[in-house]
Nanobody, 128 residues
Framework: QVRLVESGGGLVQAGDSLRLSCAAS????????MAWFRQAPGKDREFVVR????????HYADSVKGRFTISRDNAKNTVYVQMNSLKPEDTAVYYC?????????????????????WGQGTQVTVSS
């Protein structure tokens, strides 16, 4: 099966930037639509952003629009999220997840149940 490994988290101050990476292994003849979710202490895991198999379509949660940018390098089997202008409310464990289909609605792509594979997460802490 696909294995996902996140990296790039850390402790930063408000206004700083981080770039998270998600390296995928176990892929065969196709690439997977990928998403980032996050989970803050005491909160449910929430959708952040998704990128299509080709990398040409992206969808962002309202809370991160204009600040976060997702991209992928299929040759490296890696997905990135560039996080700028970080806020304390961005503090969470960030998880990458892989879907097995591109043709899903906005509603469905935001559901954790849609994704077959999950990484272990990387901690992002933003201090004020």
């Amino acid at each position: 099966q696909v294995r996902l490994v996140e990296s790039g988290g850390g402790l930063v101050q408000a206004g700083d930037s981080l770039r998270l990476s998600c390296a995928a292994s176990g892929l065969t003849s196709r690439y997977y639509p990928m998403a980032w979710f996050r989970q803050a202490p005491g909160k449910d895991r929430e959708f952040v952003v998704r990128i299509s198999r080709s990398g040409r379509r992206t969808h962002y949660a309202d809370s991160v629009k204009g600040r976060f940018t997702i991209s992928r390098d299929n040759a490296k089997n890696t997905v990135y999220v560039q996080m700028n202008s970080l806020k304390p409310e961005d503090t969470a464990v960030y998880y990458c997840a892989a879907d097995d289909r591109d043709d899903v609605t906005t509603q469905i792509m935001g559901s954790i149940g849609q994704y077959e594979y999950w990484g272990q997460g990387t901690q992002v802490t933003v201090s004020s």
